[in-house]
């Protein structure tokens, strides 16, 4: 897919992986508190839709 006239792709420089950010720090404990808040959030929009 091209791009449209004037306009210029987007190529980052740096070499920074492109992955969930909190996995930079290589903390299982941050990874696993990450995990746990989907499953939460899925629980919150439950109960939201309960409500409405």
């Known amino acids: 897919?091209?791009?449209?006239?004037g306009w210029t792709q987007a190529a980052p420089a740096d070499?920074?992986?492109?992955?969930p950010w909190w996995t930079i720090f290589n903390d299982?404990?941050?990874?696993?508190?990450?995990?746990c808040i989907n499953v939460s959030n899925q629980?919150?929009?439950k109960a939201?839709?309960?409500?409405?």
Do not use: H, K
Not at 48 to 52: D, I, P, Y
């Open 1 to 5: 897919m091209g791009t449209a006239p």
């Open 15 to 19: 070499t920074t992986p492109r992955c």
């Open 28 to 35: 299982p404990v941050l990874n696993q508190l990450e995990a």
């Open 43 to 45: 629980s919150v929009r």
């Open 48 to 52: 939201l839709a309960q409500v409405q």
